[in-house]
Protein backbone atom coordinates (compact mmCIF):
# COMPACT_ATOMS: atom_id res chain seq x y z
CA UNK A 1 0.00 0.00 0.00
CA UNK A 2 1.41 3.46 -1.10
CA UNK A 3 1.16 5.79 1.82
CA UNK A 4 2.87 9.07 2.87
CA UNK A 5 2.95 10.23 6.89
CA UNK A 6 4.00 13.54 8.17
CA UNK A 7 5.05 14.22 11.10
CA UNK A 8 6.86 17.68 13.02
CA UNK A 9 3.82 19.84 12.94
CA UNK A 10 3.31 21.99 16.14
CA UNK A 11 3.17 25.30 18.02
CA UNK A 12 6.02 27.56 17.16
CA UNK A 13 6.84 31.10 17.69
CA UNK A 14 7.31 33.68 15.04
CA UNK A 15 10.66 33.96 13.61
CA UNK A 16 11.45 30.13 15.26
CA UNK A 17 11.92 26.93 13.17
CA UNK A 18 10.53 24.06 12.41
CA UNK A 19 11.58 20.61 10.59
CA UNK A 20 8.81 18.78 8.81
CA UNK A 21 8.94 15.16 7.71
CA UNK A 22 7.64 12.61 5.42
CA UNK A 23 7.89 8.89 4.96
CA UNK A 24 7.40 6.85 2.07
CA UNK A 25 6.06 3.24 2.23
CA UNK A 26 4.89 0.83 -0.44
CA UNK A 27 6.36 2.62 -3.40
CA UNK A 28 9.96 2.96 -5.10
CA UNK A 29 10.79 6.46 -3.30
CA UNK A 30 13.83 7.74 -5.42
CA UNK A 31 11.80 7.36 -8.48
CA UNK A 32 9.51 9.94 -7.75
CA UNK A 33 9.45 13.93 -7.65
CA UNK A 34 8.13 15.27 -4.29
CA UNK A 35 6.07 18.03 -3.24
CA UNK A 36 4.65 19.96 -0.39
CA UNK A 37 1.29 21.76 -0.06
CA UNK A 38 -0.10 23.48 2.36
CA UNK A 39 -3.52 24.29 3.34
CA UNK A 40 -4.29 27.71 5.97
CA UNK A 41 -7.22 27.41 8.06
CA UNK A 42 -11.22 27.53 6.24
CA UNK A 43 -8.74 28.23 2.79
CA UNK A 44 -7.33 26.80 -0.41
CA UNK A 45 -4.19 24.59 -1.61
CA UNK A 46 -1.04 26.32 -1.85
CA UNK A 47 1.33 25.35 -3.44
CA UNK A 48 5.04 25.48 -1.44
CA UNK A 49 7.96 23.38 -2.73
CA UNK A 50 9.06 20.60 -5.16
CA UNK A 51 12.12 18.66 -5.13
CA UNK A 52 12.91 16.42 -8.45
CA UNK A 53 13.53 12.78 -7.97
CA UNK A 54 17.08 12.51 -7.36
CA UNK A 55 17.15 15.43 -5.60
CA UNK A 56 19.12 18.02 -7.81
CA UNK A 57 16.45 20.89 -8.01
CA UNK A 58 14.52 22.43 -5.78
CA UNK A 59 11.41 24.74 -6.65
CA UNK A 60 9.76 27.15 -4.39
CA UNK A 61 6.88 29.47 -4.01
CA UNK A 62 7.66 32.98 -3.38
CA UNK A 63 6.04 33.42 -0.41
CA UNK A 64 8.54 30.69 0.85
CA UNK A 65 11.63 31.34 -1.17
CA UNK A 66 14.76 32.43 1.13
CA UNK A 67 13.00 30.89 4.49
CA UNK A 68 12.37 27.24 3.12
CA UNK A 69 14.23 24.33 2.01
CA UNK A 70 13.22 21.11 0.96
CA UNK A 71 15.29 18.46 0.82
CA UNK A 72 15.29 14.33 0.49
CA UNK A 73 17.60 11.60 1.69
CA UNK A 74 16.14 8.50 -0.94
CA UNK A 75 18.49 5.94 1.67
CA UNK A 76 15.60 6.58 4.25
CA UNK A 77 12.47 7.13 2.13
CA UNK A 78 12.11 10.40 3.71
CA UNK A 79 11.17 14.04 2.09
CA UNK A 80 11.74 16.74 4.58
CA UNK A 81 11.09 20.63 4.87
CA UNK A 82 12.88 22.72 6.91
CA UNK A 83 10.99 25.80 7.82
CA UNK A 84 12.85 29.39 9.20
CA UNK A 85 12.01 32.32 9.77
CA UNK A 86 8.19 31.37 10.12
CA UNK A 87 5.65 33.74 10.00
CA UNK A 88 1.96 33.98 11.38
CA UNK A 89 0.88 33.48 7.61
CA UNK A 90 2.75 30.19 7.67
CA UNK A 91 0.12 28.49 9.81
CA UNK A 92 -1.38 25.24 8.04
CA UNK A 93 -1.60 21.78 7.40
CA UNK A 94 1.27 20.96 5.57
CA UNK A 95 0.77 17.85 3.18
CA UNK A 96 3.67 15.42 1.00
CA UNK A 97 2.73 14.67 -1.86
CA UNK A 98 4.40 12.27 -4.81
CA UNK A 99 4.22 13.21 -8.53
CA UNK A 100 1.97 10.79 -10.52
CA UNK A 101 4.94 9.93 -12.85
CA UNK A 102 8.31 8.04 -12.10
CA UNK A 103 11.56 8.47 -13.44
CA UNK A 104 10.71 11.84 -15.37
CA UNK A 105 13.02 14.91 -15.41
CA UNK A 106 9.90 17.54 -15.06
CA UNK A 107 8.93 18.02 -11.70
CA UNK A 108 5.48 19.22 -12.09
CA UNK A 109 2.53 17.18 -12.69
CA UNK A 110 -0.44 15.31 -11.19
CA UNK A 111 -0.11 14.61 -7.58
CA UNK A 112 -1.46 11.54 -7.03
CA UNK A 113 -0.46 10.60 -3.38
CA UNK A 114 -0.98 12.37 -0.69
CA UNK A 115 -0.09 12.03 3.30
CA UNK A 116 -2.39 12.95 5.94
CA UNK A 117 -0.90 16.31 6.80
CA UNK A 118 0.38 17.80 9.54
CA UNK A 119 -0.85 21.64 11.34
CA UNK A 120 2.08 23.95 11.74
CA UNK A 121 0.75 26.75 14.34
CA UNK A 122 2.82 29.54 14.15
CA UNK A 123 2.07 31.86 17.09
CA UNK A 124 3.13 34.03 20.64
CA UNK B 1 2.73 33.83 -12.97
CA UNK B 2 -0.41 31.74 -13.92
CA UNK B 3 -3.68 32.42 -12.17
CA UNK B 4 -6.06 30.08 -12.30
CA UNK B 5 -9.72 31.74 -11.56
CA UNK B 6 -12.77 29.22 -10.49
CA UNK B 7 -16.44 29.66 -10.77
CA UNK B 8 -18.26 29.16 -9.29
CA UNK B 9 -17.04 29.76 -5.63
CA UNK B 10 -19.57 27.24 -3.83
CA UNK B 11 -22.71 25.81 -5.53
CA UNK B 12 -25.98 23.81 -4.56
CA UNK B 13 -27.62 21.29 -6.31
CA UNK B 14 -30.19 18.31 -5.86
CA UNK B 15 -28.95 15.27 -6.22
CA UNK B 16 -28.88 13.59 -9.52
CA UNK B 17 -28.20 17.18 -11.19
CA UNK B 18 -25.34 18.05 -13.37
CA UNK B 19 -23.11 19.97 -11.83
CA UNK B 20 -20.21 21.98 -13.94
CA UNK B 21 -17.64 23.77 -12.29
CA UNK B 22 -14.86 26.06 -15.09
CA UNK B 23 -11.44 26.90 -14.07
CA UNK B 24 -10.26 29.43 -16.33
CA UNK B 25 -6.40 30.32 -16.91
CA UNK B 26 -4.48 33.19 -17.13
CA UNK B 27 -2.60 32.28 -19.99
CA UNK B 28 -2.36 29.20 -22.52
CA UNK B 29 -1.42 25.98 -20.59
CA UNK B 30 -2.20 23.34 -23.40
CA UNK B 31 -3.68 20.31 -21.27
CA UNK B 32 -1.23 20.54 -17.89
CA UNK B 33 -4.61 21.04 -15.98
CA UNK B 34 -6.11 18.12 -12.93
CA UNK B 35 -8.56 18.58 -10.99
CA UNK B 36 -9.13 17.40 -7.21
CA UNK B 37 -11.43 16.56 -4.98
CA UNK B 38 -11.23 17.31 -1.52
CA UNK B 39 -13.46 16.04 1.89
CA UNK B 40 -13.42 17.78 4.99
CA UNK B 41 -10.79 16.40 6.95
CA UNK B 42 -9.05 14.93 4.29
CA UNK B 43 -6.08 15.07 1.91
CA UNK B 44 -6.83 15.91 -1.87
CA UNK B 45 -7.34 13.26 -4.29
CA UNK B 46 -6.45 13.19 -7.63
CA UNK B 47 -9.41 12.76 -9.97
CA UNK B 48 -8.62 14.47 -13.78
CA UNK B 49 -5.13 14.49 -14.87
CA UNK B 50 -4.12 16.55 -18.06
CA UNK B 51 -7.79 18.03 -18.63
CA UNK B 52 -9.84 14.78 -18.98
CA UNK B 53 -7.71 12.23 -18.04
CA UNK B 54 -9.95 9.98 -15.66
CA UNK B 55 -7.62 8.06 -12.95
CA UNK B 56 -8.50 4.98 -12.53
CA UNK B 57 -11.24 3.90 -9.36
CA UNK B 58 -12.73 7.57 -9.98
CA UNK B 59 -16.40 7.12 -10.88
CA UNK B 60 -17.22 7.77 -14.73
CA UNK B 61 -19.28 10.79 -13.63
CA UNK B 62 -16.57 12.94 -13.52
CA UNK B 63 -15.17 14.24 -16.32
CA UNK B 64 -12.90 17.06 -17.49
CA UNK B 65 -12.30 19.17 -20.90
CA UNK B 66 -11.19 21.76 -22.36
CA UNK B 67 -7.61 23.26 -23.35
CA UNK B 68 -5.85 26.60 -23.78
CA UNK B 69 -7.61 28.76 -21.07
CA UNK B 70 -10.99 27.18 -20.31
CA UNK B 71 -11.18 24.07 -18.49
CA UNK B 72 -14.79 22.44 -17.22
CA UNK B 73 -15.32 19.65 -14.92
CA UNK B 74 -18.43 17.96 -14.97
CA UNK B 75 -20.50 15.65 -12.25
CA UNK B 76 -22.86 14.19 -14.19
CA UNK B 77 -25.03 12.82 -12.08
CA UNK B 78 -24.57 14.54 -8.09
CA UNK B 79 -24.36 11.64 -5.55
CA UNK B 80 -24.52 12.66 -1.72
CA UNK B 81 -21.12 11.19 -1.51
CA UNK B 82 -19.41 13.86 -4.02
CA UNK B 83 -20.12 16.40 -1.26
CA UNK B 84 -16.73 18.21 -1.64
CA UNK B 85 -14.22 21.00 -2.53
CA UNK B 86 -13.13 21.22 -5.67
CA UNK B 87 -9.77 22.21 -6.87
CA UNK B 88 -8.10 22.77 -10.31
CA UNK B 89 -4.37 22.73 -10.81
CA UNK B 90 -2.00 23.98 -13.38
CA UNK B 91 1.64 22.58 -13.78
CA UNK B 92 2.29 24.23 -17.53
CA UNK B 93 4.60 26.82 -15.60
CA UNK B 94 5.46 26.10 -12.16
CA UNK B 95 2.66 24.62 -10.38
CA UNK B 96 -0.49 26.08 -8.81
CA UNK B 97 -4.14 25.65 -7.66
CA UNK B 98 -7.55 27.54 -8.45
CA UNK B 99 -9.35 28.76 -5.46
CA UNK B 100 -11.55 26.04 -5.31
CA UNK B 101 -15.11 25.59 -5.24
CA UNK B 102 -17.62 23.51 -2.61
CA UNK B 103 -20.50 21.63 -3.76
CA UNK B 104 -23.05 21.32 -1.45
CA UNK B 105 -26.95 19.09 -1.70
CA UNK B 106 -29.53 21.62 -1.75
Known amino acids: QEQLVESGGGVVQPGKSLRLSCVASGFTFRSYAMHWVRQAPGKGLEWVAT????????FYADSVKGRFTISRDNSKNTLSLQMNSLRAEDTAVYYC?????????????????WGQGTLVTVSS | DIQMTQSPSSLSASVGDRVTITCQAS??????LNWYQQKPGTAPKLLIS???NLQAGVPSRFSGSGSATVFTFTISSLQSEDIATYYC????????FGGGTKVEIK
Open chain 2, 89 to 96: QQYHTGLN
Open chain 1, 51 to 58: ISFHGSDE
Open chain 2, 50 to 52: DAS
Open chain 1, 97 to 113: ARLLFSDVAAPMGPLDC
Open chain 2, 27 to 32: QDIDNF
